[in-house]
């Protein structure tokens, strides 16, 4: 990954590169936004909390990182799993600038990321998907915290919960993918994804460049007919599907 990040670095443009009226606002208006957000202190405060918390939990984990019943400390995995602040509030300043109202985060976690979701449009409808109840029993005690009600928490096994919860959804204006690190279950479901879409929608892939088996989807979802424009941030990937424009991929920093 290193090697892939110096590859990026001497690659990736800033603002005086960018011809897309689409991509010169979002990139102004959106990335390189440093403007206050008001509730981060205390979604932060839920973070610190969640770092400092001994307690053991037994993971049960479906995805590509650690394996099943796997006993850790929730701040061990707090420190490792959680998206970071400046991340987690990129995607709320995403939600706000956009207006999106049905948003799906595959990979709940403690619910840190999903509360920045939740936050940024209260009447935003919030599906999280986590496959480890233990997990997700702590996540809810984040909401709850917090005080948000848009969140419709989903446990299980993804590959079956997903489906059925999309039976269930008209659109999908955000789709976060943060669960399965593999190349052909990432494939799968932003295929599944991808029949919800709008012209307006945006996904936002995690660790593009986390592995091999990642930057091989990251690749071929870029390269899908549907995708029009599609952003390379190195640490997350984002991909919109506007009309009537030329297909362009963009890497900035």
Request: hydrophobic fraction near 40%.
């Amino acid at each position: 990954m290193y090697l892939d990040f110096v590859k990026y670095f001497f690659q990736a443009n800033n603002a005086h590169s960018i011809h897309s009226p689409f991509v010169f606002e979002f990139y102004n208006k959106v990335f390189k936004d440093k403007s206050p957000i008001p509730i981060s202190r205390l979604i932060e405060s839920e973070r610190l909390r969640l770092i400092s918390n001994k307690n053991i939990l037994e993971r049960l984990d479906f995805g590509a990182g650690t394996k099943r019943n796997t006993p850790q400390k929730i701040s061990a995995i707090a420190k490792t799993s959680l998206k970071s602040q400046r991340w987690s509030q990129f995607l709320y300043r995403l939600v706000k600038f956009y207006n999106y109202a049905s948003i799906i985060e595959l990979g709940t976690s403690f619910g840190i990321t999903t509360a920045y979701l939740a936050k940024a449009n209260r009447d935003a409808e919030v599906y999280t998907f986590e496959g480890c109840p233990e997990t997700l029993k702590i996540a809810k005690e984040t909401f709850q915290n917090l005080e948000i009600q848009n969140v419709t928490a989903v446990q299980g096994n993804l590959d079956i919960t997903l489906g059925e919860t999309l039976s269930k959804v008209k659109k999908i204006d955000l789709a976060f993918f943060d669960a399965n690190h593999r190349e052909e279950p990432t494939l799968r479901y932003f295929e599944a994804c991808l029949q919800l879409k709008t012209e307006h929608s945006c996904f936002v892939f995690d660790d593009i460049y986390w592995s091999d088996e990642m930057k091989n989807a990251w690749k071929t979802i870029i390269n899908h007919p549907e995708v029009s424009i599609s952003i390379d941030l190195f640490f997350v990937g984002l991909v919109f599907f506007r009309k009537g424009i030329e297909k362009q991929h963009f890497l900035l920093k």
